[in-house]
């Protein structure tokens, strides 16, 4: 079955690199996305990668993807107050759209 | 462009009423889905709709439904609510239940059982 993990907790200093790591099951997976969720809000899209990349940048941030290890990774640059917030990663499987969540890391960034 | 919209933001009830929570989605979209976020829990998905039909149900009981309408809005209703239905319901909406149409969702409705 379909299973993502992601680790509960991350805590970095403002100004520097957050990493954010997702690994998943599902081997036929062929998008993988990152959502943010701001305190009583619902999830906002970060941005995806289909499974035959192996990176993306949108600006701060750079979606890695190691389909051998089924590893997927979200590296904020220049991480901000403003970025604080749970990031869930999923995956995508199936002839039709079932995306499966991962647990949420809870981003801290300290001043 | 207007977002996925949720009503009631808030929603207070008591075991064994019902509840209806509704959601419009992005003008265009077909596909509406569900999820439940229970406190300290991540996203367990609860339905999908696209075209006006029931496409894929989660792992909840049958007093957990839903419909979708015309204009692809959708209602989700739950029955008999019990103390652990309390949570955040959220929905969300794409173009067509395709893998390469990404969910965009809802702020939620925050559903509290007293």
């Known amino acids: 079955g379909e299973d993502v993990e992601q680790s509960l907790f991350l805590s970095v200093r403002e100004g520097d690199s957050s990493v954010i790591n997702c690994t998943y099951t599902d081997s036929s997976s062929t998008y993988l996305y990152w959502y943010k969720q701001e305190p009583g809000a619902g999830l906002q899209l970060l941005t995806y990668?289909?499974?035959?990349?192996d990176m993306k940048q949108d600006q701060r941030l750079t979606v890695l993807l190691n389909k051998k290890d089924k590893h997927l990774s979200l590296r904020i640059a220049d991480t901000q107050t403003g970025d604080s917030a749970i990031y869930f990663c999923?995956?995508?499987?199936?002839?039709?759209?079932?995306?499966?969540f991962g647990t949420g890391t809870k981003l801290q960034v300290i001043p | 462009e207007a977002g996925v919209t949720q009503s009631p933001t808030h929603l207070i009830k008591t075991r064994g009423q019902q509840a209806t929570l509704r959601c419009s989605p992005i003008s265009g979209h077909t596909s509406v889905y569900w999820y439940q976020q229970a406190l300290g829990l991540g996203l367990q998905f609860l339905l999908w709709?696209?075209?006006?039909?029931?496409?894929n149900r989660g792992n909840f009981p049958p007093r957990f439904s839903g419909r979708q309408f015309p204009n692809y809005s959708s209602e989700l209703n739950v029955n008999a609510l019990e103390l652990e239905d309390s949570a955040l319901y959220l929905c969300?909406?794409?173009?067509?239940?395709?893998?390469?149409?990404?969910?965009?969702f809802g702020d939620g409705t925050r559903l509290s059982i007293l």
């Open positions: 999923a995956q995508g499987s199936g002839g039709y759209q079932k995306v499966t």
């Open positions: 969300a909406s794409s173009l067509a239940g395709q893998i390469n149409q990404p969910q965009h």
């Open positions: 990668i289909f499974s035959n990349m």
């Open positions: 709709y696209d075209e006006g039909e029931e496409r």
